[in-house]
């Protein structure tokens, strides 16, 4: 398989794998006394400042920022968060597409340390940029369920990526 198809199979692999980490962080927030039903929730309903946004609207905000050279409005915290947010996982996928596309037959616990790597790449990324702490500054129950979200990221995109390659073998 070319490097585009591989990149784009990894595209489509990571939707269901952004879904799924997105499901497991739900399931922890309805545990946790959240009463929002899934849609309103997965759209940050009722995101409307900065002060409240999580960390990809604030990635939004700041690189938007500092090519526009002038302030977003809190308007679109909601926009920006959800285009931020799945964006990444996209472009996540499309990265594990390149680094395992040349297998023929990618295996489903490959996802592990996927997710391991976005997670840690936050870790590192999000606080240069001012947007998280440095890791050291969270407690472990919060790491990890942030980690467990990312390796259920991972292995559901390294699931979906394993069944469309094997679909593309098997034609």
């Given at each position: 398989?070319?490097?585009?198809?591989?990149?784009?199979?990894?595209?489509?692999?990571?939707?269901?794998g952004t879904l799924a980490m997105d499901a497991s962080l739900y399931r922890g927030y309805r545990h946790d006394g959240?009463?929002?039903?899934?849609?309103?929730?997965?759209?940050?309903?009722?995101?409307?400042?900065?002060?409240?946004?999580?960390?990809?609207?604030?990635?939004?905000?700041?690189?938007?920022?500092?090519?526009?050279?002038?302030?977003?409005s809190p308007r679109y915290a909601r926009f920006l968060n959800n285009a931020t947010h799945w964006g990444f996982g996209?472009?996540?996928?499309?990265?594990?597409?390149?680094?395992?596309?040349?297998?023929?037959?990618?295996?489903?616990?490959?996802?592990?340390?996927?997710?391991?790597?976005?997670?840690?790449?936050?870790?590192?990324?999000?606080?240069?940029?001012?947007?998280?702490?440095?890791?050291?500054?969270?407690?472990?129950?919060?790491?990890?369920?942030?980690?467990?979200?990312?390796?259920?990221?991972?292995?559901?995109?390294?699931?979906?990526?394993?069944?469309?390659?094997?679909?593309?073998?098997?034609?």
């Amino acid at each position: 398989m070319s490097a585009l198809g591989s990149t784009m199979r990894g595209v489509a692999a990571s939707a269901p794998g952004t879904l799924a980490m997105d499901a497991s962080l739900y399931r922890g927030y309805r545990h946790d006394g959240g009463d929002a039903d899934f849609g309103s929730w997965e759209s940050s309903e009722g995101l409307v400042s900065w002060e409240d946004a999580p960390g990809p609207a604030l990635v939004a905000k700041r690189l938007l920022e500092g090519v526009l050279k002038h302030e977003i409005s809190p308007r679109y915290a909601r926009f920006l968060n959800n285009a931020t947010h799945w964006g990444f996982g996209l472009a996540a996928g499309a990265g594990y597409g390149l680094l395992f596309g040349s297998l023929r037959r990618p295996k489903v616990w490959y996802g592990l340390p996927f997710g391991a790597a976005v997670w840690a790449s936050g870790y590192v990324l999000l606080p240069v940029l001012g947007v998280y702490k440095p890791i050291w500054k969270y407690d472990l129950e919060t790491l990890a369920k942030d980690l467990s979200a990312h390796l259920v990221f991972g292995t559901a995109t390294a699931a979906a990526y394993s069944i469309l390659t094997n679909l593309e073998v098997d034609r």
